[in-house]
């Protein structure tokens, strides 16, 4: 299969704060960080922008053509993450040409692999991509897949409560 084998991504939706909120919501708890950041995928900032999102390990990206027209909603998990997503899809040329920009959903990067997959199908449900944007296609999950999913996290620290009557805040000699 050669670089040259897929045609152009089809134009979705404008990616306005809508789009942008639906895509922040769609990671619930598993969010780092605050609302979508846009970064510039022109030519001459390109190389800066990867070099960025080489940082963010995991989360949903948003690719934008120069009309702020939806051209792919994705997921990165490690792996290089958001930064080697995106070189992936620059290995096809008309996705180089075409994506002018990228919002992105930092997720915290040790969330479970299945519930960043979650999110991505979520995201594209509320968007309301289904059968939009070409042969594209989202993981499918349901409302309760997916908020089973992105709520259960591995506790970091398990504590025992402090014993009734203790005041001192200290946990660390409680007895067992």
């Known amino acids: 299969m050669s ?47 990867l070099a960025v999102l080489d940082e963010v390990l995991a989360g949903l990206y948003l690719a934008v053509d120069a009309d702020g027209r ?5 997921k990165a998990h490690r792996g290089g993450g958001v930064g080697a997503r995106l070189r992936d899809h620059f290995r096809h040329p008309e996705r180089a040409r075409v994506y002018a920009g990228v919002f992105v959903v930092e997720a915290d990067p040790f969330s479970p692999p299945q519930a960043i997959k979650a999110a991505e199908g979520r995201a594209a ?10 042969p594209r296609t989202w993981p499918v999950v349901t409302q309760e897949q997916w908020l ?16 009734a009557g203790d005041d001192t805040g200290d946990r660390s000699t409680a007895p067992a």
């Open 70 to 74: 939806l051209r792919w909603l994705g």
């Open 3 to 49: 670089v040259d084998c897929c045609a152009e991504p089809v134009a979705g939706l404008v990616a306005d704060a809508r789009v942008l909120r639906h895509a922040w919501t769609a990671l619930g708890p598993l969010r780092c960080g605050g609302w979508p950041a846009p970064y510039s995928l022109e030519p001459g900032r390109r190389a800066q922008t």
């Open 125 to 134: 449900d509320l968007i309301g991509l289904r059968g939009r944007m070409g």
């Open 148 to 163: 089973a999913l992105v709520t259960s996290r591995p506790a970091s620290r398990i504590v025992r409560p402090r014993p």
